[in-house]
């Protein structure tokens, strides 16, 4: 795959001056359009349908890895474009070009003059995307919270649904956590919960969404995956949960924690679904906590 790297500052060519007026008055027209909207991905979508004509492609990939955000559209072909994106000393993130054909020197110069369109629109849009990241995640973890649960668990049934793909979910709850904070006291509590948290989202993959539910509990969301695969990461996070250290003392704290697991059913709802999940998690800890309890 080829790619000519770039690195792209407010100004993409240092040479404002050279444009013609019909460019400014495209970048003017493309600004305005891009700024009707502050979702990173609709803006990119309204980028892509402006330029497209001006510059043919196939399609492209945007990466902030700060906000591990990624969004492709199209195909991505053999020959492209690679832009870092920076303001003002601020990474904004890279965008990539693509298509079946190598891009000649006037296109890429172009191509440059317009992202200087998209810019300013998208450094809102990210700081807004933050803004939203922000309230959606809990402080001490760093996982999402409880309100974010509501609107993932809704999107990724929707998408379940549509898509006839199974969805599951496990609750996960730290064993004896009140005795933790009781006899070593609420920082060593809060350094078990955020060294638990790390040690999740390190089994978990990539497309697994972690929640604190609430206390010393968890929740995954697990798309396109079935009861048996998520027996299995619950097996593979309770073993790596027994080999925590928790760096807040020095003396050995083992934890550990109880699961339960559950598939989305035909014709069930979101909340039934987490109402399963939470017996079988309170199933784990009636017959002796440290394992994994599975509901069909």
Do not use: W
């Amino acid at each position: 795959m080829v790619a000519q790297a770039r690195s792209l500052a407010v100004i993409v060519n240092n040479a404002p001056a050279k444009r013609h007026n019909s460019d400014s008055k495209i970048n003017v027209e493309i600004n305005g359009i891009l700024q009707t909207t502050l979702d990173v991905e609709n803006m990119l979508e309204l980028f892509d349908k402006q330029t497209h004509d001006l510059i043919p492609h196939d399609g492209y990939t945007f990466v902030n890895d700060e906000l591990s955000l990624t969004i492709s559209v199209g195909t991505q072909k053999h020959y492209g474009c690679h832009y870092k994106l920076v303001i003002a000393g601020q990474d904004l993130g890279t965008i990539s070009l693509r298509r079946r054909t190598r891009f000649k020197k006037q296109e890429t110069t172009k191509f440059e003059n317009l992202l200087c369109a998209l810019i300013y629109p998208l450094r809102n849009a990210l700081l807004y995307h933050q803004a939203l990241l922000s309230a959606r995640t809990d402080n001490l973890t760093g996982v999402f919270n409880r309100t974010a649960l509501e609107d993932s668990l809704d999107r990724e049934f929707e998408l379940a649904r549509r898509q006839k793909m199974p969805l599951s979910a496990i609750m996960v709850d730290i064993d004896h956590f009140k005795l933790i904070n009781d006899t070593h006291g609420h920082q060593v509590g809060d350094a078990v919960l955020s060294s638990f948290a790390n040690c999740i989202k390190s089994v978990a993959r990539k497309s697994d969404i972690v929640f604190r539910y609430g206390g010393e509990e968890f929740v995954i969301i697990l798309s396109n995956t079935s009861l048996e695969g998520a027996a299995l990461l619950s097996e593979r996070i309770r073993k790596a949960v027994e080999s925590v250290k928790i760096d807040a003392i020095k003396e050995d704290l083992n934890i550990t924690a109880s699961f339960g697991v559950a598939g989305l059913k035909n014709q069930e709802m979101p909340g039934k679904l987490l109402e399963r999940v939470d017996q079988a998690m309170y199933s784990a800890k009636q017959n002796g906590r440290n394992q994994v309890s599975v509901i069909h």
